[in-house]
């Protein structure tokens, strides 16, 4: 068995899950997280003032797979969320002994 952990872009949760249900995954916890890579954030104007979003929202989706479906599921999403900018998607594989 396999623990796979991906963040990924709120947008693309949809298109994620309805791929990884295509393939019989089904089971799987969602968390909103909050974090920042090589980007570090960018600046947003509100009410015509200035300020600074240093951490951006994603997604958290984790789920433990057999053997068998880590790859594909690792690439489903890959493919899915993927939209060719930084800080699209990290997807992070523990086996579980």
Do not use: C, Q
């Amino acid at each position: 068995m396999t623990r796979i952990e991906a963040i990924i872009k709120p947008s693309s949760f949809g298109a994620v899950k309805a791929v990884l249900t295509e393939m019989g995954i089904g089971g799987m916890a969602v968390s909103g997280v909050r974090g920042h890579g090589s980007v570090k954030g960018h600046t947003e104007v509100y009410r015509g003032r200035k300020y600074r979003v240093e951490f951006l929202p994603k997604l958290k989706l984790e789920m433990v797979l057999p053997d068998n479906l880590v790859d594909s599921a690792m690439e489903a999403i890959r493919r899915t969320a993927s939209t060719s900018s930084i800080g699209d998607d990290t997807i992070i594989a523990s086996k579980i002994s």
